[in-house]
């Protein structure tokens, strides 16, 4: 087929740029794939190129979304929209077809729905949709069919079918899966027709949802965050495996001089096995300073709930939050490990955090923190400060964050935004990076990284 190597290169371009690591042996891989299957069966070829190009889970969504965009399936959806150009028919047949499971016809009532009702602008007026305001839209094609509304409908359709055969609760189940597998075909269809008019690579970069690791904290919607919380008990089984491993490691000291010589008698004085000294670390102590202010809070909590998670692998963990002041949410944590949902509302409710407003005053929230609590910062204390730097024009009090750098072993500072927003505004970042090793930490796959080498062993 002319023009698929290109089109299987940035298609691999476009994996890359979602965070998808492809070199090129399973680039060569999957050309080989497609090359012995063709393109006959479409869904044997996503099948094919997912099983060598992707290498862990939670990739396979941002991979079926970019499949869809460049290896387009192909629907007679012209003869299907003539057919249900009408609402009532449309809706009509998309019920035999969601009672039916019959996947292919859905997918046709999807591609026709947005040849139908999604249309806008300049596409909807009969224009060439050469304007910058026009394009299909899943969201008004799923607003005008409704899917959601025939569940009814379908559940009685599946019955009819069925008999007694699904149990209710099953046939249900069955129904709202379905009607979800429906929106997702019209959100694909939309994204295709609009890829075609705009550009792949432009709606691939912009309309395709980021793998989970790679949603930034700040903007994440609650559903997205939600995801996030799921992930918490096997991230942090993972990560007390690699800490844990690195501490055994790290029992293996400097070399035993003396050990070493009286064993290099055995072979004539050449040292063939050298002798450590044992050491005997004990586990760390831990302190999380942070900001619970604005989208910030986000991040925050789930690095809160993240540690805590951790908590087995330190010695001591405490906790506390700052707005305008500062006070200590060790037992908030501790206690919220049941409902993490509710976890920063009842920190914002019951911690003493703000005076007036939600406004950030880092330079009173260090300083309190500074004074309130001399005793939680020792030297065998390492500090992660949790927050954007962003002081609202305040003083950023830098001879506090020195104070707490002089009294622990180690302090690092993750900061929710990109790097090249440091210092800009009201941010004094840059100021307390001078101060402390700050971190960007923008997403999942940062915060990963970061407490896995940070974090110590």
């Not at 371009?13 to 680039?27: K, Y």
């Not at 359709?157 to 007694?164: F, K, L, P």
């Not at 003396?258 to 072979?267: G, H, M, P, Q, V």
């Not at 009294?407 to 970042?429: C, F, I, Q, Y």
Request: hydrophobic share 40%; glycine share 10%; aromatic share 6%.
């Amino acid at each position: 087929m002319t023009g698929l190597p290109d089109r299987l290169v940035e298609f691999v371009g476009a994996l890359r740029e979602h965070g998808i690591p492809v070199g090129p042996g399973e680039t060569i891989d999957a050309a080989a794939a497609v090359d012995v299957l063709g393109l006959a069966d479409r869904e044997q070829v996503r099948a094919a190129l997912a099983a060598t190009v992707l290498r862990r889970s939670g990739q396979r969504a941002a991979f079926d979304a970019l499949f869809d965009l460049y290896f387009p399936i192909a629907i007679g959806s012209a003869e299907t929209a003539a057919e249900t150009e009408d609402l009532g028919e449309l809706r009509n047949a998309l019920v035999t077809a969601l009672a039916q499971g019959d996947t292919e016809r859905m997918r046709a009532l999807a591609a026709a729905g947005v040849e139908v009702f999604g249309q806008y602008g300049s596409f909807g007026e009969g224009g060439s949709g050469g304007g910058g305001m026009s394009g299909w839209s899943a969201y008004q094609t799923l607003e005008r069919v409704r899917p959601d509304a025939l569940l009814s409908r379908v559940l009685a359709a599946i019955r009819g079918e069925q008999g007694d055969g699904l149990g209710e609760a099953l046939s249900r189940q069955e129904a709202q899966s379905r009607i979800a597998s429906f929106r997702d075909q019209v959100q694909a269809e939309a994204r295709r027709r609009t890829a075609e008019f705009r550009g792949r690579e432009r709606i691939a970069r912009y309309a395709v949802a980021p793998q989970p690791d790679l949603v930034s904290f700040t903007n994440a919607s609650s559903q997205q965050l939600a995801e996030l919380r799921r992930t918490i008990q096997p991230l942090s089984r993972k990560l007390a495996t690699r800490l844990a491993a690195r501490r055994r490691r790290s029992r293996r000291g400097q070399i035993d001089l003396r050990r070493t010589l009286r064993r290099s008698l055995a072979t004539g004085g050449v040292p063939m096995r050298p002798a450590m000294r044992e050491r005997r670390p004990g586990r760390p102590e831990l302190v999380l300073l942070c900001d619970m202010s604005g989208s910030v809070a986000g991040f925050a909590q789930f690095t809160l709930q993240l540690v805590q998670a951790l908590a087995d692998q330190f010695s001591k963990v405490r906790t506390f939050a700052f707005v305008e002041l500062t006070d200590e949410i060790t037992e908030l944590v501790t206690a919220g490990a049941a409902d993490p949902e509710g976890l920063a509302r009842r920190i914002m409710t019951q911690a003493r955090l703000t005076r007036w407003g939600m406004s950030s005053d880092y330079g009173d929230s260090l300083g309190s923190f500074v004074e309130g609590w001399p005793d939680a910062v020792g030297p065998r204390t390492s500090v992660l400060i949790l927050g954007d730097g962003r002081t609202n024009g305040g003083d950023p009090n830098l001879a506090a964050v020195r104070e707490i750098a002089g009294r622990a072993k180690h302090v690092h500072w993750l900061n929710p935004e990109p790097r090249s927003a440091w210092g800009t505004g009201d941010s004094a970042a840059l100021e307390y990076a001078r101060e402390v090793p700050m971190h960007e930490c923008r997403n999942l796959r940062q915060l990963t990284r970061l407490v896995t080498e940070l974090l110590p062993g």
